[in-house]
């Protein structure tokens, strides 16, 4: 069974930083690249970043470029995202998902507020 199990979120200042895991089972996790993605409330599912199944170049959405960091453990089953210089627009839950496969887990709660 595919399970994704996000943690790290919370409550941070504007300017803060927060590292997001995800831990991944139930499929060969080196095998498939993953991703992050983030839903703000009153909005569509969108897409922070990509890292290939090997780990090496990402690709990020534009509006978290520079600030974020993908990271991928293959030996821990594990994917990281490194969020620093958080905005308020940054606010959503966030969520990991193997490119490939049509899985979902509950999300880790981002909250960036003063």
């Known amino acids: 069974q595919v399970q994704f199990v996000e943690s790290g979120g919370g409550l941070v200042q504007p300017g803060g930083s927060l590292r997001l895991s995800c831990a991944a089972s139930?499929?060969?996790?080196?095998?498939?690249?993953m991703r992050w993605y983030r839903q703000a409330p009153g909005k569509e599912r969108e897409f922070v970043a990509h890292i290939p199944n090997a780990g090496g170049s990402a690709n990020y959405a534009d509006s978290v470029k520079g600030r974020f960091t993908i990271s991928r453990d293959n030996a821990k089953n594990t994917v990281y995202l490194q969020m620093n210089s958080l905005k308020p627009d940054d606010t959503a839950v966030y969520y990991c998902?193997?490119?490939?496969?049509?899985?979902w887990g509950q999300g880790t709660q981002v909250t960036v507020s003063s």
């Open positions: 998902k193997a490119f490939t496969l049509g899985y």
């Open positions: 139930g499929f060969k996790f080196s095998s498939f690249a």
